[in-house]
């Protein structure tokens, strides 16, 4: 199921490359995603529900054990700065715009607006909050002045406004369509198939939400046959039954697991749970990045 962590990994990661900022994407990423490596040192997340719940770290960064998790946004002015849909609604025919997909990414506090006007209330979003200390977006609209972005906050479903001069941009052609009744994880590249997985989601007290939500995060634990597999993303989505679990906020995660018998089923407490075999192939063979959608159906 999708994961909510407590103790957050501390997440480091190498900048190769150029990322292009001012409101145009700066290219397509490469499949081993060229100026993020994932080099997660390993550690133990703060679940924010239940015992499968992740909160993890940035685009190809592997974090490691440490303190609890902070909460993910604090609000400068009204809270009520961004729209959301009701949070309980599954996604059915909503998709992001694409591909390619575009990503903002910032290392520095970022303002967001409820929309594109200066004199609108606003929100600071500061990436020290975040686990790998990177603020991650997916971008909804692209303007020169103004874009519209997919929040990491809660309700599901917020988006907001920012100024494109205030964050690095990137692209790329990955997506993730989850069918919550089939039990299934299918992986795109533009139109092509990459994977097609089964999954374990939430159970019925505690189901995985429906909606559109993106990787905000990556995680590797300490210990590969841990609850959590070798690997771990973060969702930029919560539960909407655990609003606090150890510590962290209830995020959704995407990670795999030491009971493979609990892939296919509805077990868990709201997280995504995948074969350690698939989690790993996703990671380290094709590469995903952070800021890849993924539209969660009934």
């Not at 994961?3 to 700066?26: C, F, H, I, N, Q």
């Not at 303007?143 to 494109?164: F, K």
């Not at 997280?271 to 590469?287: K, P, S």
């Amino acid at each position: 199921m999708a994961a909510m962590l407590s103790d957050p990994w501390v997440a480091a990661w190498t900048t190769e490359g150029p990322r292009t900022s001012g409101g145009t994407a700066g290219g397509v990423m490469p499949k081993r995603c060229s100026f993020l490596r994932w080099t997660l040192i390993a550690g133990v997340l703060a679940l924010g529900i239940g015992a499968d719940e992740v909160r993890a770290p940035s685009t190809s960064a592997v974090a490691e054990a440490g303190a609890t998790a902070p909460t993910t946004a604090a609000p400068l002015l009204p809270t009520t700065t961004t729209s959301a849909p009701p949070d309980t609604a599954p996604a059915t025919g909503e998709s992001p715009a694409g591909p390619p997909y575009v990503v903002a990414t910032s290392s520095a506090p970022v303002t967001v607006h409820a929309a594109p006007d200066e004199s609108s209330s606003a929100r600071l979003l500061d990436p020290a909050k975040e686990v790998g200390g990177q603020l991650v977006f997916l971008v909804k609209q692209d303007g020169p002045d103004w874009m519209e972005v997919y929040l990491p906050v809660r309700p599901n479903g917020s988006t907001g406004w920012l100024r494109p001069g205030d964050v690095q941009l990137y692209a790329h052609d990955y997506r993730i369509e989850l069918s919550l009744a089939q039990r299934r994880l299918v992986l795109f590249e533009g139109p092509s198939v990459v994977m097609d997985e089964p999954i374990g989601v939430g159970a019925n007290q505690t189901p995985t939400p429906g909606g559109v939500y993106y990787l905000k995060e990556l995680l590797r634990p300490p210990d590969p046959d841990s609850f959590y597999g070798p690997y771990a993303y973060g969702l930029s989505g919560f539960s909407n039954v655990l609003t606090e679990f150890a510590g962290g906020d209830g995020v959704i995660g995407l990670h795999g697991t030491n009971d493979p018998s609990s892939v296919g089923r509805s077990v868990s407490n709201g997280c995504i749970r995948l074969r350690n075999a698939a989690i790993t192939r996703m990671v380290e063979d094709v590469g995903l990045p952070l800021g890849t959608p993924v539209v969660v159906r009934a």
